[in-house]
Structure formats: C-alpha cells, structure tokens
C-alpha cells in the first residue's frame, strides 16, 4: 500500500512538472500578446498599447513585458512589466474583474480593472495606485506640463469610460521634495524647490477641474483651485486658476530689494498672505498679485 502511494505521488510530481514545462515552453506568446493587444485597444478608443511579449504566472495569469501606452503616436506611460490576474469566478458572470501590478519608473503601478462581457468597449472602470514612481522619467508629465518637474509620485487614479456618454478620470497624488523648471521666470526663479506638492484633479469632455493644489515650497507655500480647458497643442491649453500663497518673508524682503515697486508694491511685502490669479496658456501663464 506505502509502495502504491509513493508511486502515485511521484507520477503526480511528473504530470505537474511536465504540465508547467509545457505551458511556459509551448506557450503561444505571440497570439496571446495580439490578442490582448487588440482587446486592449478595443476597450479604449483613445489609448493603445504595445507589448514585446507574453508569458503565463500562477496562481492562472499573465505577465506582459515593456507595456507601453499611447495616445496617438504620443508615449504616456511605459513599464518594465505588468503582472494580469483574473478573478476567476467573475469569467463566469457578465462582468469581468482584473487585477494588475507592475514596476514602472523605479516604483510600483497596481490596481484592478472592470468591464461588461458582451460590451466590452462600454462600461470599464480602472482603479490604480502610484508608489514610489520618479515622475521625471514619466512622459504623459511633460507633455502636460511643458517644463521639467522632478520628485517621486504617489497617487490614485480612477479611470472610467462611460462607452457614447464618453469617459471621465479622477485623479490625487503627492510628489515629495521635487523642483519644477519655470519656462518663465517669476520673480528671477528659473526653478521651485518644493518639499510636497498635493493635487485633486478630475477631467471631463476635455475640461480638467483641479479642485486642489496645495504646494509647500521654499519661497512660499500656497493653494490653487480651477479650470484647464485643454486644447491641441497642449501647450495652448487654456488657464483659469485662483488661489492664495503665503511667501517667505525673508525671501520677499529679498526680492524687495531687486525689484520695481510696480512689480512688487509695498503692500504685497506687507501681508501675510497673497491672492494670486493664474491666466494664460500652459506654455505662456500670466500670474496677477493682489
């Protein structure tokens, strides 16, 4: 009886063995890639992907090396790879969960996708968490923004296509002890040093609503709140922001000295707190004290 159980234990170690070996050594990495590829592509209309090849996980999955995203021909995020695990009791029911994690810019991208069987183009929904991420390395960032910004990301994002009533995104994240390149100098700064810059956004019909912004920086703290109407090129993306900041006196004492007193009056030097108002394009903002 002992001999008969060894034995059905090690032909079960050989079938499982070579079943592993099968899978990952006949794996057809080349149809799966297109196909998911092509489903991808399906599911959002405005965001393609490439993937330079596929190979199977356990627990049952996917592991897709050097995902990159496009919007057009424009690279929004690349990633060095992103594990796919389904929820296997959703592949019996008409909406289909996922679950996802990869590296991308030293850090961590993770989160969980959701979509309608039989219409898959319409209802999907991605939730995903930024860590650690160097946000420099970021393409879709300075293609936004138009200047340098450096620091490490971390934020949620939720991404939802609503199929003809179109798609809407939500947005917050924190970038810790960064710079930003002002293509403009305010003040005679061609760059910001910041210890943390916290933002709220959401976007819709092209139009991006910052609902927050709170920015802790060396020459002053502050917030700002608003709209972006975005335009092609970026670049002429359209700014209405309000707000307050609280300078740095010392810094301001400083400026005082350098500047007219028609670009610095007395009274802005004076107060604790600064209402500022931010028009203008991305590429060429106006700021206005008060």
């Known amino acids: 009886m002992m001999n008969n159980t060894k034995k059905w234990l090690l032909y079960s170690i050989y079938i499982l063995a070579a079943i592993v070996f099968f899978s990952y ?3 057809p990495s080349e149809k799966v ?4 590829t092509f489903g991808f592509n399906r599911l959002n209309s405005n965001i393609n992907i490439s993937i330079d090849h596929v190979s199977p996980t356990f627990p049952p ?16 995020l690349e990633t060095e790879q992103i594990k796919v695990v389904p929820n296997l009791l959703s592949l019996f029911r008409s909406k289909i969960i996922f679950f996802f994690k990869g590296r991308a810019y030293k850090g961590i991208l993770e989160g969980k996708g959701e979509f309608t069987k039989n219409k898959p183009e319409q209802n999907v929904i991605i939730e995903g968490k930024f860590s650690n991420n160097n946000i420099k390395e970021i393409p879709f960032v300075k293609q936004f923004i138009g200047r340098n910004l450096t620091g490490t990301l971390e934020g949620n994002f939720i991404y939802r296509n609503g199929g003809k009533l179109g798609g809407s995104h939500e947005a917050s994240f924190i970038i810790s002890d960064g710079e930003i390149e002002l293509l403009t100098p305010v003040f005679k700064l061609k760059n910001i040093h910041f210890s943390k810059i916290e933002t709220e956004i959401t976007m819709e019909n092209q139009r991006l609503k910052v609902k927050r912004c709170i920015i802790k920086a060396s020459p002053a703290d502050g917030n700002v709140s608003g709209l972006v109407n975005l335009r092609e090129p970026l670049g002429q993306s359209y700014l209405r922001l309000l707000g ?3 300078p740095n006196q010392e810094f301001l004492a400083e400026l005082g000295k350098d500047l007219p007193t028609n670009l610095l009056p007395k009274g802005i030097l004076s107060k604790g707190v600064v209402r500022i108002r931010i028009y203008g394009t991305l590429d060429e903002p106006r700021f206005f004290l008060d």
């Open 244 to 246: 307050v900041i609280k």
């Open 25 to 27: 050594y006949l794996f």
């Open 61 to 76: 999955g996917l592991k897709l090396y050097k995902v990159n995203f496009y919007d057009m021909d424009n690279v929004l």
């Open 33 to 36: 890639k297109n196909y998911v």
